[in-house]
């Protein structure tokens, strides 16, 4: 009797296993937020860095967040999965500036682009790199 009764704690233990393993797992949205920190905020920031000060430029914020705009994915036309973001900036002594840097990153390989004007181009562009604008990208097509 005794054996049964911890048989059957040990399955309601069990039982519970899978539920606390995934909420220790950060969602898409969350992890996707974090590639975008580490892969273009970061490396924006050291760029930033490198700007004089005596520049004619206008300065970089000193601070960067990054908003995701939807937890949930959407399908560009080609049927491939991406999350819209923001990047709001923070300048010396004033408030949040929202919507500085707009664009989106797709889940599956994590590449990210940003909106340029009309269109999205690779984020690798506002790090210093050549970029044409990408067609299709970051669009949902209107539902017929």
Not at 104 to 121: A, S, W
Request: hydrophobic share 40%.
């Amino acid at each position: 009797m005794k054996s049964l009764r911890w048989l059957s704690v040990f399955a309601l233990a069990l039982s519970f296993a899978p539920q606390i393993a995934s909420a220790d797992e950060p969602s898409l949205a969350a992890r996707m937020q974090q590639h975008i920190e580490a892969d273009f905020v970061k490396p924006l920031a050291a760029r930033d860095q490198e700007t004089s000060r005596f520049s004619r430029m206008r300065m970089p914020p000193q601070e960067r967040r990054v908003r995701m705009l939807q937890p949930t994915t959407s399908l560009d036309a080609s049927k491939r999965a991406f999350l819209p973001f923001a990047i709001d900036g923070k300048f010396a002594g004033g408030e949040w500036q929202e919507n500085e840097i707009t664009g989106c990153v797709y889940t599956e390989k994590g590449d990210m682009y940003v909106k340029i004007g009309d269109g999205y181009r690779p984020s690798s562009f506002l790090l210093g790199q050549t970029a044409d604008p990408v067609a299709g990208v970051c669009v949902t097509p209107p539902k017929a």
